[in-house]
């Protein structure tokens, strides 16, 4: 449970350390009186060369950026609470901007410049500037109502605690029909302040929307899979953050008080009025998989607040769902910044199952956008991120993509025009290069299962898989890391006698090192349309495996009312 006490952050930083020009941790005061008030954080470069330090770190609740390097890892400096808790760890820093609202305001002259110009962009939808929320909303539901065989406009399960629901287009030739085709997903704005990773993500849509019938490469991809977009998934935390007001930086959600159903709207933002800008939990550190631990905090005030329990918020309880009801085999979340790819495990000890091949697609989709390609644990250890879930409850291949070089949401048009189209030696290449491989990879059967075989036409197959996960030891009052159930659902409508179904590998990549995959089975039934369960059959399926299914009794009772 937070605490209802007040607590004001001066934005104003103590001590002259962070004054311009001023360059080094502990360096002589300048006068009070010499000072600009900063108007936002300030980003210092945190020396920690060995891993042990990066640990550490990642444990002090502070607001790291993933832009590191060897033997440091930049962060936003947001009052004087924050130096102190470097101080007390022992660390050392150099202040390289000691008022981001100073560079913001240098990025938006870039944008107005852009603007004036030029009045349309060659991203896909010809865009300019960066989109707001209603922006996303309006231009989803107008994709979806124009394009009605192309586009269709899904809403995801849980309201936000604002009350909004979250909104994604799922992208296909014949999208309406609920067959057997795999699912590359891809997302972005879980966390607020990372406006590119929204815009990647919507731009993607448009692209291929555009590139429906024209292009054969584009027409293939939406022939033999779906595409699902989820711009923003976190629309609360995005709307502050997007009015580019107090809480211009904010990274989290908007939950105030743990263990509240009920958010008043525009709490969230009040708050901020009393410098209560870190309230929130981190969305990418509540997912089950692997939550708590070191990677991420206890603490309500941290930037990396793992939320009271895992699947505590509704933003990873929509993700989970969506997920979980689909046959989604590779996924990308778009973050903001520092130009890498990120795959799971996100803490050191043991790589994942299946590490060559997981490691080979983000290699390749590097080499589009020439980020760079790693485990996520090489940056700083990170606990309940999105593919740490996702990979280990469906074999999905799930990757962060850290969008720009430069910072959140610096000028739109070098973080989302020449980061999607790919600029210098990636020019025609870019994020666009790098999503088409994940797609193509997505559709690719040597990449997931194929279960084939005869079944009634107008029969619904269901694919169910339930078995238990673990989080990682969240310490404190829990004995051990946590268990829980997750339960698999999908389902495809026949269409022809002989149907073909991409399934994710029913072998499980196992939590614990050394273990591998773990040998479980698919239950598939065929039924009526009704639901009336006409035959149940255990199916194992290897990635890259085609299985052949005969659902005779069903075929033989499917007629017979
Ligand atoms: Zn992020």
Redesign the pocket.
Known sequence: MLSRLPRRVATALAGGVLTAGVLTAGAAAVPVAERPAATGPALVRVHAPASADRAQLAGLGLDLT?RAGAGFVDALVHGPDDLARLRAAGLRWTVLESDLGERQRRYRELDQRLAAQTAVSPLPSGRIAYRTLGDYERELRELAARYPELVRLVRLDHQTLEGRWVYGVEIAHGVQMPDGRPVFLLMGL??AR?WP?GEHAMEFAYDLVRHAYTDPRIARLLREGRALIVPVVNPDGFEKSRAAGALEWK?KNCRQWDGVVEHPVAECATYADNGLTSRGVDV?RNYGGFWGGRGSSDQWWAQDYRGQAPFSEPETRNVRDLVASRQVTVLISN??YGNLVLRSPGVAGGNAPEESLYQALGDRMATQNGYTSQAAYQLYPTNGTVEDWAYYATGALGY?F?INPKDFHPDFGSAVIDEYLGHGVYAGKGNREAYLVAFETAVDPGYHGVVTGFAPVGAVLRAVKEFTMRTDDPGGSASGPIAFRQRLESAMTVTVPRFTWHLNPSLRPSQEPGVGLLPESWTLSCTRPDGTVLETQQVTVARGQRVEVRFDRCLARFAVR
């Open positions: 993933p879980h966390h990372e990773s990274r990418n973050h903001t962060t850290e």
